[in-house]
């Protein structure tokens, strides 16, 4: 636990050009504006049911309110247009909650942005097996949704039963060969691992199946009872056990294989995909626009959430943006947040480098004193376009960004899910 004060501080040091804890504050951000290129996200935070172990903002679905949630989140979209006017907006990711939980306002909403916005490219939607018929999927694609992600998690109806999701493992793998036959662009498939009383061979069982049923991309996730989650709640913070490390190790080491004998490639930490297929990713984006009650921002020189509360969301539309924190970016923390996302794809590039930050940007001089010691290490490799994590580099980055996530992540939602508009949250 000791060592953990040493080797964070100076791991933010080396990659954030920052030695303090990041604070979130109160305070309305600009608007972005000057944007050359972005993306959108779209949160949709109602669930049929709520699975306890989700980390994400989540209630349960409610005609009234998701009526209330729908007309200021117009009103939000109003507001932004006018900023995003010269933006390429390059796509738009939809997640929740369970996107899809009322068809007919998600293609309200849709066809809102698409009128509002200047926008092309992929459209890219989270799903839940149970609320993705064939009509709802003939709407995605009228509205020109390409990418797909099913959470299926499991396909052993025993797991999904302790986890407490209310689909079974036969009905899920009918919505992913449903899918599949809807000819979307990508269709990725969410499981998860390290779950209570799951073997390795268990685990083995859930990614063969997934993959005889031609599955484009395939991301795994392990189990973490974040403390502000029912399942942490229920367990009390300090008895929330990450899984065993060898454990993980094994299973990613079950996946590799299994999807490299498929035909699929690792293309991040925790994803692999088929060659001919398009990444789904939820999180790469470096610059983006977030709508709904918890979405959040990042637009260069800040990054802000707004309210997880739906009612405090709404009221405050349309008369201001309902931000509930923000904090100021500056160059070097922004070099630093793309770097995180890229050592999480894997891929580390001068030419995507230079793209973000200008011809005369060197990613060597930026990051050469965190990433050449990784190259002796043998967890990354210099290659002619940059750099690049190796097979035994992404395990490690896997424990590291879980690490980052078990304490960043749980302080900023564990607050702002208690507090509909909190003051400053420290890092």
Request: aromatic share 12%; hydrophobic share 40%; net charge positive.
């Amino acid at each position: 636990m000791k060592m953990k004060f040493l080797w964070k501080p100076a791991i933010q040091r080396a990659v954030t050009g920052h030695w303090k804890s990041f604070r979130m504050k109160p305070v309305m951000p600009p608007f972005p504006t000057g944007l050359k290129h972005a993306g959108l996200y779209l949160h949709v935070p109602f669930c049929g049911d709520l699975c306890p172990y989700c980390p994400y903002n989540r209630v349960k679905y409610d005609e009234g309110l998701f009526a209330r949630y729908e007309a200021a989140l117009h009103q939000e979209i109003d507001l932004y247009a006018p900023y995003l006017a010269g933006t390429t907006l390059g796509s738009l990711y939809i997640g929740g909650g369970t996107p899809t939980v009322n068809a007919k306002g998600l293609q309200r909403i849709l066809a809102h942005l698409r009128t509002a916005f200047s926008f092309s490219g992929d459209i890219c939607i989270e799903l839940h097996p149970r609320h993705m018929d064939d009509s709802c999927l003939a709407m995605m694609r009228s509205e020109g949704v390409t990418l797909l992600s099913l959470g299926i998690e499991s396909t052993s109806d025993n797991l999904l039963l302790k986890i407490g999701r209310r689909h079974d493992g036969r009905s899920a793998l009918d919505a992913l060969s449903r899918a599949r036959r809807a000819g979307f662009k990508t269709v990725n498939v969410d499981l998860m691992f390290s779950l209570p009383g799951q073997t390795v061979r268990d685990w083995e069982e859930d990614v063969r199946a997934v993959l005889d049923l031609g599955v484009d991309q395939l991301s795994t996730y392990p189990m973490f009872a974040f403390p502000y989650t029912d399942l942490g709640r229920e367990k009390r913070a300090r008895a929330v056990m990450r899984p065993p490390g060898r454990t993980i190790r094994k299973m990613l080491e079950v996946t590799d294989t299994l999807c490299t004998a498929n035909g699929l490639q690792r293309c991040a930490v925790w994803s692999w995909l088929r060659p001919s297929g398009q990444k789904f990713s939820s999180i790469t984006r470096h610059q983006y626009i977030g709508f709904g009650p918890s979405a959040a921002s990042m637009i260069g020189t800040h990054f802000y959430v707004n309210s997880f509360d739906v009612d405090a969301y709404a009221d405050s539309l349309p008369g201001k943006r309902p931000v509930a924190l923000s904090m100021e970016i500056d160059k070097a923390l922004e070099m630093g947040y793309w770097l995180y996302w890229r050592v999480y794809e894997l891929n580390i590039t001068d030419r995507d480098f230079r793209r973000e930050f200008g011809e005369d940007a060197s990613l060597t001089s930026a990051f050469g004193h965190a990433l050449w010691p990784l190259c002796l290490a043998g967890l990354a490799e210099h290659t002619s376009e940059g750099f690049r994590i190796t097979p035994s580099g992404a395990y490690w980055v896997h424990r590291l960004q879980n690490e980052y996530s078990l304490n960043y992540i749980d302080r900023l939602w564990g607050v702002c899910r208690r507090n509909a508009w909190p003051g400053e949250v420290v890092l």
